[in-house]
């Protein structure tokens, strides 16, 4: 078997910012598998957040290529759980899924909804810009906004409503919130008809949800990567984001969603900014799942080839030639 590992870089529209930075591309990592006959192929997102970068990536691919009888269940005892991880084991789905004839959905006996609906991120910006954002969207049923943990993110989603007053709203605060923000924002945000709050206190800090009051049901996004974080995340969330770079795959993710399940959980399948590969893996856990976040294409000045198609954000079934 061999395995390739290159860089893309992709022009985003329009720079994309959350409460951490800002970004005007996206830079993946793409793994081919091939066995001589087929070839099989991934995208991780390299998240900075956790130290992550494309030379890094690289770096934990390559130290595995020399490895003989590789395979999903291998991979997930060679790498953590990270882009590398998740590059790789999509790519080997995807191999299998050639080499099989099947598409993956079958191969992981997971059942399909030919159409989904996903949200569309509006970035963090002033208050006018993303009321601007999302009267552009305004036919978008579903729009999630970040918000940046100051003392504008109330006026930023009055704006938003205002402007799309019959959207549904997700936000997401990527750890930006303290507690007294929380306490302060919440009652009026339930008041805007706000349905989730995403990650409003860091990883490392959100012992403290566990004492207060959840008028809005909370998502746990940065805190949350495989099923091993389950147990501690209990009593303090209603839900969890689900994306396939921070589970290492679809085979970590597909064993996340199981166990989030038992454990009472709600799910959201959510993705990092990436090409339709990215999105396609994810896409088959969405068909069960309670909110979908899968725009990374949206978000992109092109995508690559037989990407997903998005129609008034519904997204449809992955191309052969694509993956899966």
């Not at 591309?25 to 998240?47: F, K, L, N, S, Y």
């Amino acid at each position: 078997m061999l395995i390739e590992a290159k860089e893309e870089v992709w022009p985003l529209k329009q720079p994309f910012r959350i409460s951490r930075g800002s970004r005007t591309e996206a830079r993946v990592v793409v793994v081919t598998v091939t066995d001589g006959q087929h070839a099989g192929h991934g995208e991780g997102v390299p998240i900075r957040r956790y130290h992550q970068s494309v030379a890094s990536v690289l770096k934990q691919i390559e130290t595995i290529t020399s490895e003989k009888s590789l395979d999903r269940g291998r991979i997930q005892e060679l790498l953590p759980a990270g882009a590398a991880r998740n590059a790789l084991d999509c790519a080997l789905w995807d191999l299998e899924a050639k080499i099989s004839g099947k598409r993956v959905w079958e191969l992981a006996n997971v059942p399909m909804v030919h159409f989904l609906e996903t949200s569309f991120t509006i970035s963090l910006d002033t208050p006018e810009k993303m009321a601007a954002a999302a009267k552009a969207s305004a036919k978008a049923p579903l729009l999630k906004l970040k918000l940046g943990g100051d003392d504008v993110d109330l006026a930023r989603v009055e704006a938003v409503r205002e402007a799309a007053p019959m959207a549904r709203l997700l936000i997401d605060a990527n750890e930006s919130w303290s507690p007294s923000h929380y306490r302060n924002i919440v009652p009026a945000l339930k008041k805007l008809m706000v349905e989730l709050i995403e990650q409003p206190f860091p990883a490392d800090a959100d012992e403290i949800l566990e004492t207060l009051d959840h008028a809005v049901p909370v998502c746990a996004d940065e805190s949350c990567h495989t099923s091993a974080d389950l147990p501690r995340l209990t009593n303090r969330y209603e839900m969890i984001n689900v994306k396939l770079d921070k589970t290492g795959g679809l085979t970590e993710a597909l064993r996340l969603c199981k166990h989030a399940r038992k454990s009472g959980f709600k799910l959201l399948i959510g993705c990092m900014v990436g090409t339709s590969l990215s999105m396609a893996p994810a896409r088959l856990l969405a068909s069960a799942s309670d909110y979908v976040d899968l725009d990374g294409p949206l978000l992109l000045a092109r995508d690559r080839d037989c990407g997903l198609t998005y129609e008034n954000n519904r997204i449809g079934l992955p191309d052969r030639q694509l993956w899966g």
